[in-house]
């Protein structure tokens, strides 16, 4: 009996809470707000790879910005890359979305579709990254967003195939194979 009374309390009072910010869909579910306005439907990208990284325009990475485009007008119909700002890291994004968006055009040429900021970690996460980072969500694997230019692959499926680091390069071999594949 007192076994049957501590596991409904456990039940009851300590039960998981279902975390509404982390949709265990597909990545085609999600629509975001696009930095300079209107909005980014995942659903448009079926059929194609989907490169996301978190981006920051006062990073030692930011020149990654230069690779990401050459590799978007590489892959351009096979590959679309997806850019999420954020300051979560060093403050090192304390632009506006405008700002931002001038400061990757003017300087990078940037002509990939890029998100509103965004915050990748923390108590704020977007439901976006929650999806990216938990495997109860994306099916593949956990991660932590560890730093700026953190590269998210998906396959033309929209499952998770592949997480690179900050150091990994847009034109690295081990990204490109993985995009050939």
Do not use: H
Request: a positive charge; aromatic letters at 14%.
């Amino acid at each position: 009996m007192l076994l049957t009374i501590l596991l409904f309390f456990k039940f009851f009072f300590f039960a998981p809470t279902p975390d509404n910010n982390a949709p265990n869909g597909s990545i085609y579910d999600f629509k975001v707000e696009a930095l300079e306005g209107g909005t980014i439907d995942f659903s448009a990208f079926k059929g194609k790879k989907i490169l996301i990284v978190n981006t920051a325009s006062e990073c030692g990475y930011t020149p990654q910005y230069e690779g990401l485009q050459k590799l978007s007008e590489k892959y351009k119909g096979k590959l679309v890359i997806v850019g999420f700002p954020t300051n979560d890291f060093g403050r090192q994004e304390p632009g506006s979305n405008q700002e931002i968006a001038t400061f990757c055009k003017k300087n990078y040429g940037v002509s990939f579709p890029m998100a509103a900021k965004i915050s990748v970690k923390g108590d704020d996460t977007a439901p976006i990254y929650c999806w990216l980072t938990r495997k109860e969500n994306n099916g593949f694997e956990s991660s932590s967003v560890r730093w700026n230019f953190q590269k998210y692959l998906i396959n033309e499926k929209g499952e998770l195939i592949g997480v690179y680091y900050s150091k990994t390069k847009p034109e690295s071999t081990e990204l490109a194979k993985a995009i050939e594949q």
